[in-house]
């Protein structure tokens, strides 16, 4: 079973869970870690704005919402401890060689199948998180462009999976994990990264360049060498360049 600590809420249908998780943090005493899941999103949010593809029925959409209190290094451990939860979780039930790529994306075979977005909502000076995840469970195919960049367990197993058992598997994992917030969670999740040591591109904005990716830092940082100098990246899009 989940923890008791935290406080379910299923929807049929929401514009997005992360948009409704901050409205929740707004309107209630919060005395819960809650966990918003929708069967279907009408408007899925991904990173930099991107929309998230949330057919009804076949993901897994869903946020946390959790308090971590005003230590930036904790803030950081969470972001990698959910990809890494959920990379690890996979891979357990699965056997799939996926890989974690930076910030928290999961991917196999070089396409995605997992997105995190994290975002803050600041209530009487408290601090709450919001922790997106976009899980593609039981699709069976993607419209185009996407069929060239994401992908789905259906897909990579011709399996039909139970999101349920997929969500207490994740969220077992993620107490477990969450009980060892320090920065041995960065370490495994290096371990678990199909960048490191590979020529990357990186995108920030209308500004694109090549660099080699070297090292995650301890505040969440992409370390990468460019033009013989190592420098830290915080934000971006980056992918693994194609030689």
């Given amino acids: ?14 514009d997005s869970t992360n948009e409704y998780a901050k409205k929740l943090v707004l309107q209630e005493d919060n005395q819960y870690k809650y966990i918003v899941i929708a069967d279907h999103q009408t408007s899925g949010k991904g990173r930099l704005g991107r929309r998230w593809e949330s057919r009804r029925g076949m993901g ?5 919402i959790l308090k971590p209190g005003e230590q930036q290094e904790k803030m950081v451990w969470i972001n990698f401890a959910v990809s890494l939860t959920v990379c690890e979780a996979l891979k357990e039930l699965t056997g799939l060689p996926l890989e974690l790529k930076w910030p928290n994306d999961i991917l196999i075979h070089g396409k995605k199948i997992c997105g995190i977005l994290l975002e803050t909502v600041n209530k009487n000076k408290e601090l709450f998180l919001i ?23 259906f897909i990579e197993t011709q399996t039909v999976w139970d999101r349920a058992a997929l969500l207490q598997r994740i969220m077992s994992k993620f107490d477990e994990n969450s009980l060892n917030l320090n ?19 990186v995108m920030k904005g209308d500004y694109t360049f090549e660099a ?10 992409l370390v990468v060498e460019r033009n013989g100098k190592a420098e ?3 934000a971006g899009d980056v992918h693994i360049s194609v030689n």
Avoid: C
């Fill in 60 to 64: 897994l959409w869903m946020s946390l």
């Fill in 212 to 221: 080699m990716a070297i090292d995650i830092a301890k505040d969440g940082a």
């Fill in 1 to 14: 079973m989940i923890n008791s600590n935290y406080k379910i809420i299923q929807l049929d249908e929401v």
């Fill in 183 to 201: 920065s041995e969670i960065i370490t495994r999740w290096k371990s678990l990264s199909g960048m490191l040591g590979h020529r990357i591109t």
């Fill in 131 to 153: 922790v997106g995840i976009g899980l593609n469970i039981n699709q069976q195919d993607f419209p185009k462009p996407l069929d060239s960049t994401a992908t789905s367990l």
């Fill in 232 to 234: 830290k990246l915080y």
